[in-house]
């Protein structure tokens, strides 16, 4: 079922700044870091691969363009 958003009354969001080296959760459920660095990418094995090739995780050309 879809809200009624239309009758939900708006409230300002509360926000506070992100502190350094800290994370987030995603709505997904996925915790990113609010930076990173090369270490972080240093075992990524996908990092080489070549589109069309598995792991298929790019797009169709090296640049995507």
């Known amino acids: 079922m879809i809200p ?3 009758i939900i009354e708006w ?3 509360v926000t506070t ?3 350094r080296n ?3 959760e995603t709505p997904e459920g996925i ?3 609010q930076a990173y660095v090369e ?8 990092i080489n691969s070549m ?5 298929f ?6 640049t995507m363009y």
């Open 51 to 55: 589109p069309g090739f598995a792991p």
């Open 11 to 13: 409230q300002k969001p």
């Open 39 to 46: 270490a972080d990418i240093s075992n990524t094995a996908h």
């Open 31 to 33: 915790v990113v870091k």
């Open 4 to 6: 009624d958003f239309s």
């Open 17 to 19: 700044p992100p502190k």
């Open 57 to 62: 995780l790019r797009g169709p050309y090296p």
């Open 22 to 24: 800290s994370f987030f």
